[in-house]
């Protein structure tokens, strides 16, 4: 039985160490969400050492402040905007014909939403699952040709899907994906979809690994983001987040260091041709147990049978398959 992976770095090591000694010159990434919080930093630390970045965003006005923000950081124009609404399908579709086939290094799927309301998408499937999977699903096969035609013999092209400690919350609900019949639970939602994000990248990376392709998931951490935006502060509060001034509790982590564990999937030396993992502190994680709930990963997010099921019915749900 082999050992975890790990790397030099810890939990709190800053985005930018972990990119620091790698040249990505002439790389291509792709980072969804990236016009605030951990995507806004993970591309920051990929620019500073090189890379040409495409923030992918809703807002479209909103990345490109971002981009001109980290490019005044980085002081050259590395970071351009693109516009994607992963709650539309059609949007994800014209986002990846306007990429076509040019070579992608690395797809970052940061993108998320956490705890809203009971809502649909365009499409019609639930929010919090149709856009941190299903529109991230439809993204990464529509550019798994663009991954292609970036791998080569000296590095594989990688995908990194953002999952959460909030896994544990559910396994996928087959029987009930989108709450048409179940009452509906905003945090067995979120739960739900972060284990489809676990599961992706299982599947993903069972299929496109002999193609030059991985693909690990990524528990980023606690971080104060706009992620919370659907939270009150008193729930906040009651989960122990922050206290009743509001100070955020001992533990988590600035958005910058939140993002090192994705800069470290994206490019770390360790995980060169490596794929299926669920990583966090920039290492990969032990087995969940109940002596330490917030860290690890259950065997729900990693089950390949899970993973299968998943994939047959997102290609069924976006309408497109291998």
């Not at 930018?16 to 990236?34: E, F, M, P, Y």
């Not at 006005?61 to 539309?88: C, F, K, P, Q, Y």
């Not at 990194?160 to 609900?173: A, D, F, N, T």
């Not at 032990?286 to 729900?300: A, L, Q, Y």
Request: glycine content about 10%; some cysteine.
């Amino acid at each position: 039985m082999r050992g975890l992976l790990s790397s030099r770095f810890g939990a709190f090591t800053p985005a930018r160490v972990v990119a620091g000694d790698h040249d990505l010159a002439g790389r291509n990434i792709i980072v969804t969400g990236g016009a605030s919080g951990i995507g806004l930093e993970t591309a920051r630390a990929l620019a500073l050492a090189g890379a040409d970045i495409m923030l992918a965003v809703r807002d479209r006005s909103a990345g490109e402040r971002a981009a001109v923000h980290i490019n005044e950081t980085v002081g050259s124009d590395r970071v351009v905007a693109g516009t994607l609404d992963l709650a539309s399908l059609s949007s994800v579709a014209a986002f990846v014909d306007a990429w076509g086939d040019q070579p992608l290094d690395v797809l970052i799927n940061n993108a998320g939403v956490m705890a809203c309301p009971l809502e649909y998408t365009s499409d019609d499937l639930e929010m919090q699952i149709g856009v941190n999977h299903f529109g991230h699903f439809l993204l990464s096969l529509g550019l798994a040709r663009a991954l292609m035609n970036a791998a080569d013999e000296d590095h594989a092209a990688r995908v990194v899907s953002l999952s959460s400690i909030g896994h544990r919350l559910s396994p996928i609900h087959f029987e009930d994906i989108h709450y048409r019949e179940r009452p509906y639970d905003k945090w067995e939602a979120y739960g739900q979809s972060k284990t489809a994000n676990a599961l992706f990248a299982v599947a993903f990376d069972e299929r496109f690994a002999e193609h030059g392709i991985n693909a690990n998931a990524v528990m980023p951490g606690g971080i104060m983001t706009p992620l919370q935006r659907h939270l009150t502060q008193e729930e906040m509060v009651a989960m122990g987040w922050i206290d009743e001034e509001g100070k955020v509790r001992e533990g988590f982590k600035t958005p910058e260091q939140g993002a090192s564990t994705s800069v470290w999937a994206a490019v770390g030396e360790e995980l060169e041709g490596v794929g299926g993992l669920y990583l966090e502190d920039c290492a990969e994680a032990p087995p969940w147990s109940p002596e330490r709930p917030n860290r690890g990963v259950m065997e729900h997010a990693q089950d390949p049978e899970a993973a299968e099921r998943l994939w047959i019915v997102s290609e069924e749900t976006v309408g497109m398959s291998l």
